[in-house]
């Protein structure tokens, strides 16, 4: 990991909130710059959804002497996930946790990636084997931080709130948290509606009790279900989506965050 | 157990313990012995302990976020209201357990008796478990690995008194894994009705789901159905349909007809729904003429005539 800059880990206690999504829309974001380097790691092994959203379904991955190389989207954007070893986007990986632990030891060992300025990290929902061995077998080389997706509904907030127990617990510092599908603008009538209601004030509450920042809200956008489905970058597939606009705006705070934390510097968010 | 060396031949096998990547394995000793064949105990204690449960439904899903926990309790909810009907909830979902919340059961505790743990009694007729019960707080992480997830798993299926139950359903988390090889494993003399499983229109969705469905062809788990939740939302000013999951490859109807697997029904988006899974409250009840409730009722329906069709105790596979 000497070669690589900033780590993030995206992670949320609860499933389906937009952690892949926007995972790789950071790391299209980000490689926007030609000259950012900037690499997505998938550890969610039993639902890699990673190459679908990039686009790199069927790719291979091959090996050479200095380890496997990743599957680059962009010359600045490469990517690795369990998903480039099945022989079938349909074969389930169906591992308990040792084996899942081995897999994710050898893409942080084996993979070469080379000059790095940002590693993302993309895992499953939870707080089990994968997050564990994460943080584990990243302990030495520094995390910089983990952003917290979620939806505004209070079962999303619950298993959030223990996400970032998780991370207190074993010391990673929490960027902020993201609010994903927080809003949806009718496109006939404009009308808002908020299909995921905010019954305990949302994330915009729970981040004032705990005291983390808001990085932004996401509204509901369909395009977005598209782009990710074709594979294609929802931020150049609508750039002129509300969406789009509060992508943006989280992934610049995360930029700030990372560029006033310099690596290899023992910091630690108060908690 | 925290690692297994590479190539490990799996503790059942008639090479555990004896083949090349044995060398150095801390548990090579324990496999050689023959330990590790020998059929967990407890999984004749769950079959003796499962026969006054009629009919065993899991809740599945490659893919998380779908609906299965609401689809779980409005599921119970739904044959529950016949207050003939015994019906009980086991949320196998450690790390995530939404249940307590949606089924309005936050801070209840488990009671211990000599016959067992006591579920959670939302009606006289209606009995869950999870292990959000055993938190001193609902923000409390459970951060434990593959083999301690297990352990409760086997827990629950064995040491719970669910007494004379008609239905029991299982939600279980997001995948393939621990969780479910469990389930499976730990029910697999006591004979399971079949799994319902949840997805949602778009294809990142149906990728994992397949490899769900996958799973449950491995395991000879017969599949009762499909749903497809979010199908649609209407908005409730213009009336304007938008699917805001695209089902960009047909949805779950394309995948269904594919892989020849019913697909039970689609239940539209309908912000009440969320609202009275924060409330703790039976959407079905709080909102009546929901076109959700009628989808949610339709697909319950489904499942009760296959249940009926497809009597306990019988060896019955769906054809796959």
Request: with cysteine; charged share 20%; proline share 7%.
């Amino acid at each position: 990991m000497k070669t690589v800059k900033h780590k993030i880990l995206v992670l949320s206690g609860k499933g389906g909130v937009g952690k892949s999504t926007f995972s790789a829309h950071l790391a299209h974001g980000l490689a926007e710059d030609e000259n950012t380097q900037v690499a997505l790691l998938d550890i969610d092994i039993c639902g890699p959804s990673i190459p679908k959203i990039m686009g790199l379904e069927g790719e291979q991955v091959h090996q050479s002497g200095s380890g496997w190389s990743p599957v680059f989207v962009e010359d600045n954007l490469g990517v690795m996930s369990v998903g480039f070893l099945l022989s079938s986007p349909d074969d389930a990986v169906i591992w308990r946790g040792p084996k899942k632990n081995g897999m994710i030891k050898q893409f942080l060992r084996d993979v070469d990636w080379g000059e790095v300025d940002y590693l993302i990290v993309d895992t499953p929902p939870g707080t089990s084997d994968e997050h564990l061995s994460a943080v584990q077998y990243l302990s030495a080389a520094h995390i910089d931080g983990a952003v917290i997706i979620t939806t505004p509904q209070e079962v999303s907030l619950q298993d959030v709130r223990k996400e970032i127990n998780f991370c207190h617990k074993v010391k990673l510092p929490i960027i902020g948290v993201v609010e994903n599908m927080s809003v949806f603008i009718c496109p006939k009538c404009k009308k808002e509606t908020q299909i995921f209601p905010p019954t305990t004030g949302g994330a915009e509450v729970m981040c004032q009790d705990l005291k983390i920042p808001l990085l932004g809200k996401v509204p509901l956008d369909p395009h977005i279900g598209k782009s990710c489905d074709k594979g294609q970058s929802f931020l150049m597939d609508a750039p002129d989506s509300p969406a789009t606009f509060a992508y943006r705006s989280i992934i610049q705070r995360i930029q700030e965050f990372c560029g006033h934390h310099p690596p290899k510097e023992e910091h630690f968010l108060s908690s």
